[in-house]
Nanobody, 117 residues
Framework: QVQLVESGGGLVQVGGSLRLSCAAS????????MGWYRQAPGKQRDLVAA???????NYADSVKGRFTASRDNAKNTMYLQMNSLKHEDTAVYYC???????????WGQGTQVTVSS
């Protein structure tokens, strides 16, 4: 079982920055993939950024150049630095973890990010 604690969401103005954190705990040895997804009202949940234990990253086109994903394997924590935020970044952001490739996905409860004028 994996428990995820997300933090860092909130209200920010257009052009501002936020840093999300996702800390994983539980009975596991290592984590293969950690990622952030987001879901806006009435829309599906989409990938924002993901990073593997080897450091390979994958970003949604809409956030490339603005968001940076990183992780601290020793702390089982992933970070998402979000800069130059736009209205369209407003959503609930969810952390997702997979212990092995194509393994079960564990989700956090989500943290709200609201970008206002």
């Amino acid at each position: 079982q994996v428990q995820l604690v997300e933090s860092g969401g909130g209200l920010v103005q257009v052009g501002g920055s936020l840093r999300l954190s996702c800390a994983a705990s539980g009975r596991f040895i290592s984590i293969y993939s950690m990622g952030w997804y987001r879901q806006a009202p009435g829309k599906q949940r989409d990938l924002v950024a993901a990073i593997t234990s080897g450091g390979t990253t994958n970003y949604a086109d809409s956030v490339k150049g603005r968001f940076t994903a990183s992780r601290d394997n020793a702390k089982n924590t992933m970070y998402l630095q979000m800069n130059s935020l736009k209205h369209e970044d407003t959503a609930v952001y969810y952390c997702k973890v997979q212990l092995v490739p194509y393994g079960n996905a564990y989700w956090g409860q989500g943290t709200q990010v609201t970008v206002s004028s």
